[in-house]
């Protein structure tokens, strides 16, 4: 035990996953972590309790290699592995699950389909500019009747010479009313689901703001209303056709998700562990209660079995192995913990754990966010049930 560093209990490395990361990947995890420290830490709570985006740090983001991690360096991405996609998103989210959305929508649900489905020119065109943050990018999905089903989608396309006519309207888009493209998923008159790239300033295409969240307060959340939208034909991705377009970007999001909710969990626990040495009652500090250590002992053993989970799943993905039922049990499993860690934090912070002095409601309330976008807790269960029994539960 003695050669165990303190770093890696600062940091709660338990296992001393450390151990098995390259030297790139401590690089790329000191510098987000310490640009975390820097430009997220001491604005979010300002910016949250103002239930307001904190653009700015779109810019940011870009420079440290947030967007597209995993993505070419030639086509906007940072060229490094999933491994190290996975541990930016720790980084990110030990700061704020919003801060991390951002990362995830541009990386995952933007530059992922043009990458992989687009043609040359739509890759040229688009995705340097928004892998340096020039163009803030939309993912359009979820519909007001069509959430946990988005096959039953009914915003539709319409063939007119060079052009398709786009009607509809998509629900809970993260950064749609900032977004200068957006990636939207239609069906054609054949009812085959298509991807497009629908610009800012199309005529017929607005995106309004959905106020009054509890939750993620520092990403901006909206619609996607599109009437009579002509969209050229050269803005549909060509490589992809049916619902395994949008699921397989959301596979990619949901792996970083998988990630990123240990980071909030992280500094949950981190918060509570210096709070229970600082705060004395009955004349002692509240770690020497057996009822604070088992919450603590608890926390960081579910922290470090996500960890290893995401680990594990990290290495599945670098070697092209990780299957979407793998992402979907990570992804519940890490996220439901961050969220019951924030719980357990917030008890032993006591009434001071309800004010924003600290962290813990402002993850706790993202927590439920993230819970529910990039597929429910539910549906996820779902899907472990239906790769298990090899029975559908939703047909
Ligand atoms: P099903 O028949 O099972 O599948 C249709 C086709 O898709 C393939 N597929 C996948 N491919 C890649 N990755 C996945 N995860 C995949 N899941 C399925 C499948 O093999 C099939 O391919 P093919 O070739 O046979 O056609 O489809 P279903 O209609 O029965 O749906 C199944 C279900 C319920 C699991 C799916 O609809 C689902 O995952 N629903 C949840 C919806 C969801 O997650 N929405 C997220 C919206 S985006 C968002 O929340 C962004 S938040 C961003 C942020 O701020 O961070
Ligand atoms: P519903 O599908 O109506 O589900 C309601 C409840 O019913 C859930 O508990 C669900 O688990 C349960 N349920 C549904 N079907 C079943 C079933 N078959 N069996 C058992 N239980 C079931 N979407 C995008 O496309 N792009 C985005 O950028 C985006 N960002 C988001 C940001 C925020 C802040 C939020 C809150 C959501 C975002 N979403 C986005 C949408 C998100 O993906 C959906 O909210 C989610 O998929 C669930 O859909 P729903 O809200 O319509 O709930």
Redesign the pocket.
């Known amino acids: 035990m003695s050669s165990v560093k303190t770093d890696q209990y600062q940091h709660h490395d338990y296992y001393r996953i450390d151990d098995l990361l390259s030297e790139d990947h401590k690089l790329a995890r000191d510098a987000v972590r310490n640009w975390v420290k820097k430009e997220v830490s001491p604005i979010i709570e300002d910016y949250s309790n103002r239930a307001e985006c904190p653009y700015h740090l779109f810019k940011g983001l870009a420079e440290i290699g947030a967007f597209g991690p995993s993505i070419p360096a030639e086509y906007g991405g940072g060229g490094m592995d999933e491994m190290a996609y996975g541990i930016i998103m720790t980084e990110l989210e030990r700061g704020d699950s919003g801060i991390r ?1 951002m990362a995830s ?1 541009q990386g995952s ?1 933007v530059m992922y389909p043009i990458y992989k489905f687009g043609s040359e020119e739509q890759k040229r065109k688009y995705l340097p500019k928004l892998g340096s943050g020039e163009y803030i990018g ?13 096959a039953g989608m009914i915003t539709n396309i319409k063939e007119d010479g060079d052009y398709y006519i786009l009607n509809g309207a ?7 009313p900032v977004a200068d493209i957006a990636v939207v ?1 239609a069906k054609d008159e054949q009812g085959i689901i298509r991807g497009l790239i629908v610009e800012k300033g199309m005529p017929g295409f607005t995106a309004p703001e ?1 106020h009054g ?1 509890w ?2 307060r520092a ?1 901006i ?1 909206g619609e996607l209303v599109f009437q009579d939208v002509r969209v050229p034909k050269s803005n549909v991705l060509p490589n992809v056709q049916g619902l395994k377009g ?1 699921l397989s970007c959301l596979s990619k999001a949901r792996y970083g998700i998988a990630w990123g909710a240990i980071g909030a969990a992280l500094d949950c626990y981190d918060s509570a562990l210096r709070y229970s040495k600082e705060r004395i009652q009955f004349g002692k500090p509240l770690g020497q209660f057996q009822l604070t250590q088992k919450k603590l002992a608890e926390m960081i053993t579910e922290i470090t079995k996500a960890q290893l989970l995401a680990w594990r799943l990290g290495s599945l993905a670098n070697q092209g192995l990780a299957t979407p039922a793998q992402i979907s049990m990570a992804k519940r499993n890490n996220v439901a913990m961050a969220l019951e860690v924030a719980r357990e934090a917030r008890q032993i912070h006591g009434g001071m754990g309800i004010t924003n002095e600290y962290p813990i409601m402002r993850h706790m309330m993202n927590l439920e ?1 993230v819970l ?8 996820h269960l ?1 899907i472990t049930g239906m790769d298990v029994t090899g029975l559908n ?2 047909s």
């Open positions: 959305s929508v649900l939309c993912f359009g999905l979820t519909e007001p009747d069509h959430g946990s089903n988005p998509k629900m809970w888009i993260t950064n749609s998923w959905i969240k939750s993620l990403s959340t949008p966010t529910t976008y990039e597929g429910t807790h539910d549906i779902l539960a939703f």
